[in-house]
């Protein structure tokens, strides 16, 4: 039995730490292409990626989100020119590439070591946008789960307790006392409507249904607990308890204090601590409410791969350069301590770090509530057609909440009707 | 050298030019319509963009935007532009050259530059709000957006457009003028009776410039809405851009590329039957 304990005390050492061997023979120059915060994370990881490879040098350049992904799609039109040796992709929109442009990057499982051998090192569903057949293109970066950031001190005041916001009606009530408590100035959340369709995806992502099934082979946006999704929508904004508004105005709302609650993936957590410094200490997070008693409370929105372009002519040295930044605890550690990226490598995922407390979030250990909630996220796959079926999404949910459809179901049946239309796939029976 | 084959040395190059970037694209994306280009390699499918193209409610409701910000602001705008063509045309009127460029400048200016300061203008919290002492979201609201793009539109343009009506209102000959004077004709009359039916050949011009203009309209509803709030200001340009270069569908964006012409087309026929008969 001691036996037995040590070598599982030993396993788990190694699990607990992926590290990687250095070599100072790799010479060469790699760009790597990114935005924002992401761009950020991946220079911090510059100084320690160099001390195991001293004679690579890394150039990484914030070109912003949407001009990398116009920029690799230009570079992969014209057949691969203009392209750096490290890409920046989200998984979401990462399949259009591979179907349109299947020779435009490098496959990793033709690097040395194949990416095959990593991949036990990261949760099944990260690599499932990223592989087709045999052919890896991408190596998994960060995650979403999704969780609820709130003010403590409001939720107090309004004598709100999260720990009983158990499903989104318990969330509604909460709405309805936060709203009187504070002479209807707060709102308990804020719901893009007619610029995006963020919360009807993690609803619906909740509820184990998404735009398109698994196999990316039907439209399944019709499905119950897309509905389910859809109405938890409309319930909210008809009670009055949200206010509306995109990626700007609800950043604008949480730092003057107008609204109590935001529900994003966790990568938000950056967006809240660097914008509101002020606010340290008021706030905390919950598990996102379930659709109905006992019902799952775990969902993912976003997260991000690094993939090789095949004209790059140092895959040697970008590849140790992923591999050093998406796949040792070090560098995924380094990416979560500064900029709030959550780690999707496991082993990242039982650093120490996690279980610190946190003294912006009320010294709450926030990282062990949200990667707690990463085993009980449902699958769902983005699919080459994800933007388009997105925009369709869109102006479905604007045109419901405006009451133009008699129920969820009929404009979710429209949706579907116009996704497959554009897609050319069938929709699910 | 034979001496008929001189005058197409000369066009060489143009011609050279022309058929690399202007027949061959034309060519290709027609070609490219007739593909199903969502998947690698292209395969020819007949029907599967025209097929769509018909039954897609989002290019109809990109249709809908277009046409409404045709028939609204192409009437506003050349209406302006021709009264403020002969204000500047008045011989009452001093500096008339700084006043003509002061019209004409917003040509001049880059377009990202003027939509990020429409945006601030119309912006919740904006000047706009403050001077009408309102509380309008005009962005995110699907009629306050289409406003917005009409005025800009219309501030663009119309100086540009008064500008041509300007060299229309010149060439009329003083004489007519002169001679109705005479008959004891009014300002108000020589407007309508003299100058407006002399200025039909530059007006249709100008309408069939603005109408071709407003069809590809791309930059405005990009950069100050991007196409929302949902839909509400995707115009035929923006939807063509989503399909190409968002969803990487060269084929279907080709298909909507020729729609747009065949709709030019179409109403390039219609202006000329209606008004165009004399010249």
Known sequence: MKRLLVLGAALALSVASAQMQGNPNLRGEITVWSWDIAAKALEANIPGFNKLFPNVKVTVLDIGNQATYDRGLAGCAAGGGDLPDVYSIENNEAEVFWARFPNCFTDMNTLQPAASTLRNQFPAFKWTELTVGNKVFAMPWDSGPVVMFYRRDIYSQAGVNPATIRTWDDFIAAGRRIAQATNNRVKVGVIANGQDDEWFRMLANQNGCFYFNNEANAVTVNQPGCVTALETVKKLIDAGVVMQGGWNEQIQAFKAGTVATSMFGAWYEGTIRSNAPDQSGKWGVYPMPASRAGGVRAANLGGSALAIPASSRNKEAAWAFVRYALGTTEGQVTMLKEFGLVPSLLAATRDPYVAQPQPYWGNQRIWQVILGTLGNVPAARGTQFFQEARAIMVKTQADYVAGRFPNAKAALDAAAQQISQATGLPIAR | ?279
Not at chain 2, 161 to 179: H, R, T, V, W
Not at chain 2, 187 to 204: E, K, N, Y
């Open chain 2, 1 to 279: 050298m034979k001496r008929s084959a001189t005058p197409y040395l000369f066009l060489s190059p143009y011609l050279a030019v022309f058929a690399l970037f202007w027949a061959w694209p034309i060519l290709e994306s027609l070609l490219l319509s007739f593909q199903n280009t969502r998947v690698f390699p292209p395969v020819w499918n007949l029907s599967v963009n025209w097929g769509r193209i018909l039954g897609d409610a989002a290019f109809w409701d990109a249709l809908r935007n277009t046409v409404l910000i045709l028939v609204i602001q192409v009437p506003i705008m050349l209406a302006l532009a021709t009264v403020l063509a002969v204000a500047l045309n008045s011989q009452l009127l001093r500096a008339r050259g700084f006043f003509r460029f002061a019209f004409f400048a917003p040509v001049v200016v880059g377009a990202v530059a003027y939509s990020a300061v429409f945006r601030l203008l119309f912006n919740q919290n904006g000047a706009v709000n403050a001077a009408l002492g309102l509380d309008l979201n005009w962005i995110f609201d699907p009629v306050g957006a289409m406003a917005v793009i009409i005025t800009t539109l219309t501030w663009r343009w119309t100086g540009y457009n008064a500008i041509i009506i300007l060299a229309g209102l010149q060439s009329i000959p003083k004489d007519i003028y002169e001679a109705a004077e005479i008959d004891g004709a009014s300002p108000w009359q020589q407007f309508w009776r003299i100058t407006v039916p002399s200025l039909r050949p530059v007006l249709l011009f100008c309408l069939v410039l603005s109408i071709i203009g407003t069809l590809q309209l791309f930059t405005e509803p990009w950069l100050i809405t991007n196409g929302g709030p949902g839909t509400a200001t995707t115009t035929l340009g923006v939807y063509l851009y989503r399909q190409g270069f968002q969803n990487i569908n060269f084929g279907y964006a080709s298909t909507i590329a020729y729609a747009i012409t065949l709709l030019a087309l179409v109403f390039s026929i219609i202006q000329l039957r209606l008004f165009g008969r004399e010249s």
